[in-house]
């Protein structure tokens, strides 16, 4: 669809603006809230970031342009009613002025303490934990549990796995949304000291993940 196609389907304001929706590509947070005219969405087309019109100001700012907290645009989608934007970007930097990731960073009982707030990258937890455990492995130092399961050997290893998956089942038995998370997050930490104790990589489990996700599916 060219540029000129595309501002024919969005439905304008009467002030000629279209609420933009601003979505972290990686993350799927939603960042920012804006609003383009027709000459910011040809200039966030063209140029593959993303331009906005400024109410309050009465101008177009390119965002990042003065913070340098630009936002790559991945895809540009308009809704069913053609009234809103969806922009999904990769941000080099926070999103807010305030120097938060996203805008969103308060909810219905006011400010969200740090450690509530989302995160650019929601799955740095994993990558974190694989790291400890490959240290643990290497350095083996003395009362670590990650060093005893690995010390105890795959037996040890795949007998846990076993125990915390029986544990998962009975906390989705019992509807326990505690319960299941608890014992989710150890069987995926004694998964992850399987992965390493086989030399996988957790990257490749994420690749099969993708590959399953993208492969066409096959019509009965």
């Not at 799927?28 to 804006?34: F, G, R």
């Not at 926070?94 to 989302?118: I, Q, S």
């Not at 990558?127 to 399961?149: C, H, N, Q, V």
């Amino acid at each position: 669809m060219t540029t000129s196609n595309l501002i024919d389907q969005i439905k304008w304001s009467a002030d000629g603006l279209v609420p933009a929706v601003v979505q972290d590509a990686v993350s799927k947070e939603v960042l920012m809230l804006a609003y383009m005219n027709q000459e910011s969405l040809k200039l966030s087309l063209d140029s593959g970031e993303t331009w906005f019109w400024s109410r309050s100001r009465g101008e177009l700012w390119n965002k990042g342009a003065t913070s340098g907290n630009t936002q790559k645009i991945v895809s540009l989608r308009y809704d069913c009613d053609g009234d809103t934007l969806l922009v999904q970007v990769v941000p080099n930097g926070p999103a807010c002025h305030t120097g938060a990731y996203t805008c969103f960073y308060r909810d219905a009982d006011g400010e969200l303490p740090e450690d509530k707030r989302p995160a650019a990258d929601r799955f740095a937890t994993l990558s974190a934990l694989e790291e400890t455990i490959a240290k643990r492995d290497a350095e083996r130092p003395e009362g670590s549990y990650t060093t005893y399961l690995f010390e105890k050997g795959l037996d040890k290893i795949l007998k846990k796995i076993g125990e915390e998956t029986a544990e998962v089942i009975i906390g989705g038995k019992n509807e326990d949304r505690q319960e299941i998370r608890s014992e989710a997050a150890d069987l995926i930490f004694h998964l992850m000291v399987l992965l390493r104790q086989q030399r996988i990589p957790f990257d490749e489990v994420l690749a099969e993940l993708e590959f399953r996700h993208r492969k066409p599916t096959k019509k009965n």
